[in-house]
């Protein structure tokens, strides 16, 4: 009986010392595995006689429970105590900021568009839309471009395919936003104003072009439009626009078949280190073409010319952006470079409004 005594002390001891699970499993092993020394003392009951195994079996089979009992309840605490040790040492602070997440951000030639939409918009423009597949009575004849004029050689146009045997003329990729004129006009009818921004083509390809560019419509039909209208609303525009307090327009007169008179408008500037100012300066720069809606065109888009006129202009998109905004590159527009795109971009909620970012 001694022994058991001293088997029980010795183990209760080492399995209240155990640190961790392989430690109690040793234990266990060595106390009640099939070598272990309690298997061990229980096979030799059988040398013992009656009344002895009888004690000695009893002693032995509560010190096995009282083993089995002590390993488990070591076991638990032992889990319990890793538990607390992993909430203690895992943590995250969920206060912490997230990290920095890359936006997209807003083409120029987008953020020129809302811009002078909203400009324009609050002199009464709405905006009018075109297809860019466009057909030859919309760029050309009802623009008062017949078939043989030589404005058709200087509009480098994209031509679509036809299919053999069809000899219509065949469609282009507009060149310009001026179709949407007719397509308004024959939508609405006259009196209208409207702008009409969009993409436009031409087969021209260097530093200052690319076969796709941006235009901006502009016209007004009304009773008693004239030119001081056109030369109004273009420098309120310009002001507006480039946020100065004021701009100087020049008129010169030129040539579109479908305006008369027709004139190009450049803007006073001046290149200062390569810095463009807009607004002051001994420089001009040329940014869009217009003139007085020709009365063929009205009565192409079935708007009688003895009873309506006014103005049309179209300016370059790109072009204005450039000036603008400092970007010295026409090509790098279209190139989709992700670091002159997050350089050039605008944020997506830094949306103009005259209240706002721009001033009138
Ligand atoms: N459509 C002309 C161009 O593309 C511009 C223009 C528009 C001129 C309207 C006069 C009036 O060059």
């Known amino acids: 009986m001694d022994g058991i005594d001293t088997l029980r002390g010795k183990y209760l001891e080492s399995i209240t010392g155990a640190g961790d699970e392989s430690a109690l499993e040793e234990i266990r092993l060595a ?11 229980m096979r030799e009951l059988g040398k013992m006689t009656p009344e002895e195994r009888q004690t000695t079996g009893a002693a032995l089979n509560r010190l096995k429970d009282e083993l089995d009992a002590a390993l488990r309840a070591r076991k638990t605490s032992l889990a319990d105590a890793a538990l607390d040790e992993r909430l203690r040492s895992e943590w995250l602070d969920v206060t912490l900021p997230s990290r920095p ?10 953020q020129v568009m809302e811009e002078l939409t909203a400009i324009f918009a609050d002199m009464g423009f709405s905006v009018a839309e075109g297809p860019q597949v466009e057909s030859d009575w919309y760029n050309f ?12 050689q200087e509009h480098d146009t994209f031509f679509m395919h036809r299919a053999e045997g069809d ?48 235009q901006v419509e502009g ?10 209208n056109l030369k109004w609303v273009l420098e309120e525009f310009c002001r507006a626009f480039f946020e100065v307090p004021s701009v100087e327009l020049r008129f010169r007169a030129s040539h579109f078949p479908f305006t008369e008179p027709s004139a190009e408008v450049d803007i006073r500037c001046s290149w200062v280190n390569g810095q463009l100012k807009i607004g002051e300066g001994d420089s001009w ?4 073409g217009s003139g007085m809606v020709h009365p063929k065109v009205l009565q192409a888009a079935g708007v009688d010319p003895s009873k309506w006129q006014g103005f049309a202009f179209g300016m370059g998109i790109d072009r204005i952006a450039m000036l603008k905004y400092g970007i010295p590159d026409l090509r790098a527009f279209f190139e989709s470079d992700l670091r002159w795109l997050r350089h050039y971009g605008f944020a997506a909620l830094d949306m103009p409004d005259l209240a706002g970012g721009l001033s009138r």
């Open 101 to 110: 997440r890359r936006f997209g951000t807003i083409h120029p030639v987008s």
């Open 31 to 41: 106390a009640l595995g099939k070598k272990g020394e309690i298997s061990l003392k």
């Open 141 to 152: 004849d009802a623009l008062n471009i017949p078939p043989e004029h030589p404005a058709r």
């Open 285 to 288: 720069m040329e940014i869009l």
């Open 219 to 228: 016209l007004a039909i009304d009773k008693g439009i004239s030119m001081a």
């Open 167 to 214: 000899n219509r003329p065949p469609h282009v990729l507009r060149t310009h936003t001026s179709p949407v004129q007719i397509r308004a006009l024959e939508a609405n009818g006259a009196p209208i104003r409207v702008i009409a921004p969009g993409r436009v083509y031409r087969m021209d390809m260097d530093q200052t072009h690319t076969p796709m560019f941006h």
